[in-house]
């Protein structure tokens, strides 16, 4: 899926409404339909008992907003709807005025006066906000943040930009649960602003498909469809060797947990043979936990100093748990020199921190390895930024001059791919904040490396299946018991989940 911005989704709304022979007003009542549906699912019967207040500005967010009051008004709801007075509202905004008879006029220098709770609906600016608000929104916006029950805007919380850097100053709703229309706006997934967006839908309005696809831009958001197309169908008469053969290397004394956490995770990914490469510490925990994995047991006794590396591996997953002692770097450094050009690798944890701090190594990173880090290894390894926009821009230079993708790890884990496309994730969620979680990703992708999905492909299934795990892990274990080996035992039923359905049994 894409991700848009306010002047794209203008032109494809002006689209739609040619294609589709259908006025601008029939779009936005399907936008309000759509909205009010959303609200209906996730409150609930509890709609019905809470007061509902609406406050709407002249635009077309406020048109929805007008229409949302009208619709919730019809069936019944307990709704209020405030209309901020204005010379000149847009043409959608002022039928839907009319349409809705009974509202509530108030300017920016009203005390506004609010329900002590309820349901609040932000609809005052949309995606036509065009440069952050100036003072005179305080107020009004101090008001709406200051509401004593859930508030959740339509569109984007008023205040926020789609996809420009704002002034940490300026007003801005803090919304609770954002329902956006046909595609992400990139600010509602930056964590710079992860204080005014608690979440968000996206409500597929039914814009022109064609238009959507041609609309330019180097940010995606990777969703269900967009991955479940490249999940590859077993044959019948596929063996272990048609899986490939992955190697994992890690593990040092009191962290062999991570490379137990990754070979279960790569096993149950799909590749055909597990080895792992541990030091001589390892050996007994590795064969008593992962029976079906091979072990290849390293000189060094309790890290890593050897690498020995001397297997027909299809893909290596390094650094997990893997310390960065002196011989470990010596082995590191004398393993990266050795690798040949087309190796699939992926690097995580100390495997990062050594690069960071022995840049010199660099330019020994076959093309397409995929470096995984967290935003402090990611500092380690491309140096300080100032804002979000900053850190994607550098993280952009990095994966061109190193021809590397650097998968950054987080909530809407963010792929960044040499050419500069960038793709969030939409699964996954705060359960997944212990430690254990990110060795688990890197067993199940360098299982789909070793399987023979192409590197780009490979990072984009693996964070969107170990988010979906969690998602799946949330429902029986909730975020805060949820660990990484709930993960694991998850992957079955994530790779269920997005396989296609057949219509054979
Ligand atoms: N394709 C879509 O996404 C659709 C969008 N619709 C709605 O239309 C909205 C966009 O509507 P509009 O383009 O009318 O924009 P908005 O309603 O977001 O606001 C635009 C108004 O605010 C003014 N404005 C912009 N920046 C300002 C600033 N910094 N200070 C003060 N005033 C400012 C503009 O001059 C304009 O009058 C979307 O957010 C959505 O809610 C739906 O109605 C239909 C389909
Ligand atoms: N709030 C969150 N929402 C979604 N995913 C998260 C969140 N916090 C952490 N994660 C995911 O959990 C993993 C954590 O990995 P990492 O930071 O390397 O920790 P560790 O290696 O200790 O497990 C990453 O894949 C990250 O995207
Ligand atoms: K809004």
Known sequence: MKILNGAQLQLIDQLTIQRQGISSWELMERAALKAVEAMESDFGEGLQELPIVIICGKGNNGGDGLAIGRILGEQGYNVEVKLLHSENYSPDNLINQQKLGAKEMFTLDDDLKLPASGLLIDCLFGSGLHSELGISWVNIIRRINGFGGPVVSIDMPSGLLTDRLIDSGAP??????????????????????????????????????????????????????????????????????????????????????????????????????????????????????????????????????????????????????????????????????????????????????????????????????????????????????????????????????????????????????????????????????????????????????????????????GVFIHGLTADLAKEKFGEISMLPTDLIDFLPMAFEKLKPRSYLA
Not at 256 to 267: D, H, I, N, W
Not at 392 to 405: L, N, P, Q, S, W
């Open 172 to 461: 801005m709703v803090h919304a609770d649960k954002v329902y956006t229309f046909q595609v992400p706006k990139l600010n509602l997934l930056l964590p710079a602003y992860g204080y005014a967006v608690g979440g968000f839908t996206v409500l597929d309005i039914g814009l022109d498909t064609q238009a959507l696809d041609e609309a330019e831009g180097a940010y995606h958001y990777t969703v269900a469809e967009d991955v479940a197309g490249l999940l590859r169908p077993r044959s019948r008469f596929s063996h272990k060797g048609t899986f490939g053969h992955a190697c994992l290397i890690g593990g040092s004394e009191g962290k062999m947990g991570a490379v137990v956490m990754s070979a279960r995770a790569s096993l149950r990914s799909g590749c055909g043979l597990l080895t792992a490469v541990v030091p001589q510490i390892g050996h007994p925990i590795l064969q008593s936990t992962v029976p079906e994995a091979m072990l290849s047991v390293d000189s060094g006794k309790l890290q890593l100093e050897e690498f020995s590396n001397n297997g027909n591996f299809q893909a290596f997953g390094v650094g997990i748990g893997m310390g960065k002692g002196e011989s470990t770097v010596r082995g590191f450094s004398k393993w990266m020199q050795d690798l040949k050009s087309q190796a699939r690798i992926i690097l995580d944890a100390d495997a990062l921190n050594i690069l960071s701090e022995h840049a010199d190594l660099l330019k020994f990173l076959p093309r397409q390895t995929i470096l995984t880090p967290h935003p402090k290894e990611l500092q380690r390894l491309i140096g300080e930024w100032s804002d979000d926009y900053e850190k994607i821009e550098m993280a952009k230079t990095f994966a061109r001059a190193h021809g590397v993708i650097l998968l950054i790890k987080g909530a809407h884990t963010a792929i960044i791919d040499e050419d500069g496309s960038c793709y969030f994730n939409s699964t996954g969620n705060p359960g997944m904040a212990t430690g254990g979680s990110g060795d688990v990703l890197t067993g199940i992708i360098c299982s789909l490396l070793a399987q023979g999905y192409v590197p780009l492909e490979a990072a984009k299934l």
